[in-house]
């Protein structure tokens, strides 16, 4: 069953919870709160990065060291990495030039990308991480805990 | 970086796959807005006019099946990782066949040539066939199970009851049987289409894309659990009461209030989609929310033109309501839903794509690549939105009194469609430009670098 010690559940959480502070910053920029809205969207960036970074140092070698597969899911998962990036780069130079248009239309671009990122996530790779680590995940689980403290 | 970009390649089709249908099936409706144009409230007189049945197989084969298509093999690959096997040609016969099918269809109808039906069905047969026998491939080795890929299969199954149930109808046009067994034929084929492959369809998409990209809470475990099988199944006793009762075994009163059960299906279904809408956590403004929305209030509509049937047969007459009925399902449901989605999956690919291929070959920023929004901006949406609105006003008001709003109609359908058609083409002429950019500068830095290769080459000869 689903708990807060598998990473299916606890990661899915932190998705949600990156996801809450995107829809913020959206709505401030939109209304041109830029003083907010900056600091919100640098509140979701950096969540963002943690996660990354969580899973990139933590979580995806331990899944390639369990089942052996390196150019499998966690090598598309870090290429999607790479293209979010990308789209956060864009969406801080628009915050600093002030441009809400531009910016609605990449948070608009990135929603659409990083939701289906997240969901091929928590239906396929933390499950398969799930069950490969079996006895180890709270081991994992701590070690990403740890990230970025 | 190259082996990344194979793996990723892998999963998504060549963007050729979903563009083609994409760009030919607002073509469709605007010939179904031709149609009106000429044949005038001829058009729109009862279900059974030949003009009609063109106008709804343009609708239904020629724009809702087209863009399935294309959408269907671009998002198994990513919804249930698996993909659909050579999808470039599978796309290129599919698209061929059902596009030279629609045509013949529609003109075996509107000029009763036999021969020409023959031909369609041979064509429509052949396009379905290729696409369920490839998409089947592709859910057989489904690595995971979710609704959605459920959803997808059970509608496929009624597609394919729904184009077996047209090709033996299409086969009466050549050789007739009873007007009895016709009736009943063709309100399974109706009810099949509806309700089995297009409702299950949308209802199969919804619960991954409404909570994901418009950011409402979750439909609720029941529904998403077990109201698409149910249904599908519920699709498969009503089709057996409807045969029972052709051959005259019970009371057609079965088939009835089995339909009941089923439309408060569909009826909880539009309702729950409203009211978690309405719970979005995203409150900007979107249009494909809004075409969404007329979506579901159309199914509303639609239920309650069903359920009290007699009242308003006596109100606006049994064809009229026939006809909104209809109408309400596919042009306010299938087609208000199919035509807002397009403008979140067009320019999602075409960004994807470009920007997934510009990093790749040439690393980070080398070329600027648009957002969704500059691909396709939102004032050109909204500016057809308005369109569609006045499409399904004036249908209301057409089939009320179609001697004078049939052509008007006609003419709105045409505006609508053709600013679809501009809307979808000069994202994609946008995507071509792009794309030839990145190509350029590849091949610029390929050259340098096979220049950079051979100096090298000569410096290390000359110092040896």
Redesign the interface.
Known sequence: MANMTDITTTMSADHRAC??VF?RA??LI?DNGWVEGAEKFKQFHDAMEHHFTMEETVLFPAFEARTGMT?GPT??M???H??MR?LF??MAESVEKQDS??Y???S??L???M??HN??EE??LY?MTDQALGQSVEDVLERMAAVGQ | MI???S??LD?APPISVPFRFFLTAPLFIFCAGLLLLIYGQDALVSRWSPVTLALTHLITLGFLASVMCGAVMQILP??A?SAVPASLWVSRAVHLLLTAGVILLVSAFLFSLSPWMGLAMLSLGSAFSIFVVAVAIALWRV??T?ETVIGISVAIAALSITVVLGLILAGSFIWPIGYGYIHTLTDSHMGWGVLGWIGLLVMGVAY?VVP??Q?TPEYPVWMVKYLTRSLFAACLLWGLLTITHSFSLISPLWADCWLLLMALGYLSFAVMTLSVQKRR????PDVTLKFWRIGMFSQIAAFVLWLWGPFWAEVIGEQARLLLLGGCLIIGFALSVINGMLY?ILP?LS??HL??RS?ALLG??CVKIP????FLPDRLAKQQYIFHLLVLTLFVMAVLLPEFFSRPLGLAVCLSSLLLEYNLIQAVVRYQKINSEISTKSNAKDEMSIAEMSRMRGMNGTSA
Do not use: P, Y
């Open positions: 996801d809450e829809a959206e709505e939109a150019m090598e598309v870090r290429g999607e790479v293209q990308a780069a864009e248009e531009q609605i239309g990449l608009e671009t929603l659409m990308f939701q289906q969901s091929k239906q396929m499950r | 082996g990344q970009a793996l990723s999963q990513v919804l990782g690595k995971i979710n991954q994901m990209f950011m956590r995203r409150r900007l979140k999602f960004w994807f920007q997934h990093i980070f920023g957002n969704m929004k500059e």
